[in-house]
């Protein structure tokens, strides 16, 4: 059984090793904003990259977009979100504090005690100004979701991509909202990264998509090692479905915090491009020529965060092991995550040892994304390996000038061979693709 991981944990590791950062930590920080440092941004690009592989690479049926944060504030009166996109607020008379006031017991402000106010709508928009005058005509959002970006341009992407309903549109990119209590690291920030799918099918068959979509994004994060029971579904119940859905599921993960939400799928129906049409006058209807039929398609909605992506992988994957009596940290991430896939490690940082490793490490970096690490003893680049997830050390020893060879250590067995440097990127590759060790771990066999 793994470890129980706490939040201040990840929190430390990611700090320690480069994955994420406090925003302008230098001046005291920023509230609940954070930066992916150089092993983190690996991290999350991984993500994205795999979540647009399994959507948009791999099907048929599913086309991407990126579409511009700042647009044309009528959509947000169409979308609904200028009047609805709000959340219950209210304010400490005595200390100040804003809560959300569904997350307040009671009428006393849980920091000191003091009387709070009745609750007002407060809207999480971020609200900003185009342009160099400074009057109502001017004010601009930055978007809560990418999906409008979608909506509005559903004509554009049908008629150029000349596909046929069904048809999904991808989008990754982020997204702004101004939450009155962020927290938990990045589970909840205001600034965060959405990777959203608008996929348009015809009304009727909405709700067997809706069933399609909810399995498919379940088995999306089991496949990519997040342990089963860590995750389930969660039915919206009417009272806390969004304005515009008709039905929607929560994919939820147990967190340090507890079952909190992953993803959601939802199904918006035809609220959108119907409400868009209205505002805008322009048509925004399906034509099946087979068929002689035109209707408005429904739309089933999988939105999930990035963000939050991160830290269920990372929460999911970290562990405390004993090996030979010592402790090690590691991240068992899934081989597409992992941020470095091989790290090349001189025995010692030595000039008989340098050239030959640099040699290596040209070899392997244009295939994976490679570490070269001759700092310290060999035992603290392995844990430092470890506890950053890395697949694969390579090491090259004194040996390796006579035998032109290296050993390859496998991170999650630490079980370890000994191949020819020609050729090691074939290696390295056919292990990543989930070929067997073919021996075993040495730290098992070995005399104690
Ligand atoms: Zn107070």
Not at 313 to 319: G, I, N, S
Not at 377 to 392: A, K, M, P
Request: charged share 30%; aromatic share 10%.
């Amino acid at each position: 059984m793994p470890v129980k991981v706490d939040m201040d944990k990840i929190v430390s590791l990611c700090k320690r090793r480069g994955f994420i950062f406090p925003s302008s930590e230098i001046y005291g920080g920023l509230a609940s904003c954070w930066d992916y440092g150089p092993v983190g941004v690996e991290l999350k690009r991984n993500v994205k990259e795999t979540w647009w592989k399994a959507i948009v690479q791999d099907r048929d049926d599913v086309v991407g977009l990126d579409t511009s944060i700042m647009m044309h504030p009528g959509v947000w009166a169409a979308s609904g979100h200028i009047d609805n996109f709000t959340d219950p607020l209210v304010e400490c008379k005595s200390c100040h504090l804003r809560w959300r006031a569904d997350a307040v017991e009671g009428k006393k402000c849980p920091q000191c005690g003091g009387e709070l106010t009745e609750p007002r709508m407060f809207n999480l928009m971020f609200k900003t100004l185009m342009g160099p005058v400074e009057e109502e005509a001017s004010i601009v959002y930055l978007r809560p979701e990418t999906a409008q970006g979608i909506f509005v341009n559903f004509e554009n992407v049908v008629t150029t991509s000349r596909k046929k309903l069904p048809l999904g549109i991808a989008q990754i990119g982020k997204s702004f909202r101004n939450e009155i209590t962020p927290g938990n690291f990045i589970f909840r920030t205001r600034e965060f990264e959405h990777m959203e799918v608008e996929y348009f099918v015809k009304p009727g068959t909405d709700e067997k998509w809706l069933d399609y979509w909810v399995k498919e994004r379940f088995e999306w994060y089991v496949k990519l090692g997040i342990r089963k029971e860590n995750l389930r579904l969660r039915q919206h119940g009417k009272d806390e479905l969004a304005h515009y859905a008709k039905d929607c599921y929560d994919v939820e993960y147990l967190f340090p915090m507890g079952w909190s939400e992953l993803e959601g799928i939802a199904n918006r129906g035809d609220f959108d491009l119907t409400q868009h049409a209205k505002c805008s006058g322009k048509e925004l209807s399906y034509r099946d020529a087979e068929a002689g039929e035109k209707y408005v398609p429904y739309v089933i909605e999988p939105s999930a965060g990035v963000d939050r992506s991160v830290l269920a992988f990372l929460v999911d994957a970290y562990d405390e092991e004993e090996v030979e009596g010592e402790k090690r940290t590691v991240l068992h991430l899934h081989h597409s995550l992992a941020p470095i896939k091989v790290a090349v490690l001189p025995l010692s940082r030595n000039e008989k040892l340098t050239p030959l490793a640099k040699e290596v490490f040209k070899q392997l970096c244009p295939n994976f994304m490679t570490d070269y690490d001759d700092s310290q003893s060999i035992g603290r680049r392995y844990r430092r390996q470890d506890e950053i997830g890395t697949l694969f050390c390579v090491t090259v020893d004194f040996e390796s000038l006579e035998d032109k060879q290296v050993t390859i250590r496998e991170r999650d067995s630490l079980a370890q061979i000994r191949v020819p440097i020609e050729g090691l990127e074939k290696v390295v590759e056919a292990k990543l693709k989930g070929e067997a060790f073919d021996a075993s771990p040495l730290w098992a066999t070995r005399e104690k």
